[in-house]
């Protein structure tokens, strides 16, 4: 399946935070200072493809590993304005691929074009 998360997160009343990181780079950040037991080469390689608000190609498996570390993760920025940001649009992505799949076609045609 692919992932992305380029987009910026909201507040509780639905308005862009101007000045925040995209969703990508956000979880990005949390990846790259966290610790445990996860498989660190694979982590990493996470952090740096959403740090750049490129597409995560992901499994099944691994992409219940990545929902279960942010459901799971405890680090100080992961508040709920975040955390329930995050894990709704990773469940959207997950149920919805073919909406995935057009939304990168898009930016693809709109990237050839500049």
Do not use: C
């Amino acid at each position: 399946m692919e992932l992305i998360l380029n987009q910026k997160f909201y507040n509780e009343k639905g308005e862009n935070l101007k000045d925040g990181a995209t969703m990508g780079v956000f979880l990005s950040s949390i990846i790259s200072q966290s610790q445990g037991n996860n498989d660190i080469r694979k982590f990493w390689n996470w952090a740096t493809i959403l740090g750049s608000n490129e597409v995560l190609n992901i499994d099944k498996p691994d992409f219940d590993k990545l929902f279960t570390f942010v459901e799971n993760s405890q680090h100080p920025n992961m508040i709920f304005l975040t955390k329930g940001q995050l894990l709704e649009t990773l469940i959207f992505q997950r149920d919805n691929q073919s909406k995935v799949k057009e939304l990168i076609k898009k930016q693809e045609l709109s990237n050839e074009s500049k």
